[in-house]
């Protein structure tokens, strides 16, 4: 088993990578990673992560810093598990650059439907930390979960009535 990621050991990791890249890139970082860096988890298990543009220097240099670190890092991003929530980019937080990288925390409200619709008790642990931390708002969740509503059908695994329950349960 790899090593749990702590802040120390997901900063190394963004100076690694940014010493890697020769253009433009932002990274958006989720899940456990966000948690971590926001102060409400100690460690996480991986490092989750989405990169703009796919440039083939992060993927090579995924694999090796992978080893070299002892962590886990995956590709992945709530987009992957839910319909893109409209602004998401822009609702991206800043968390600082290495070399020509932007690292981001991927949207809160994505991060939180994501969770919501996955339903583990860990995730929806997260989802009350964010609210508990002001980065998301139950009026704004609830407005953007209805404007993804009628792209659900895009995403089979997802059973629309069960998430639509799931988000009302989170809100109270």
Known sequence: MRDLANEQKIFEFFKLL????R?????????????????WRDTTVDIDLRFE???DELFRALPELKEKLWLNIELAAPSDFIPPLPGWKERSLFIGRE???SFYHYDPYSQALAKIERGHEKDLLDV??????GMIEPEKLLELFESIRPQLYR??????TSFSNAVDRALV
């Open 18 to 21: 940014g010493r890697r890249v």
């Open 23 to 39: 253009s433009e890139v932002r990274v958006y970082i989720t899940g456990g990673a966000t948690a971590v860096l926001t102060g």
């Open 53 to 55: 543009p796919e440039v």
């Open 99 to 101: 070399g020509r990288i």
């Open 128 to 133: 009350a930390a964010m609210f508990e931390r």
């Open 155 to 160: 995403y089979p695994a997802i059973d629309p």
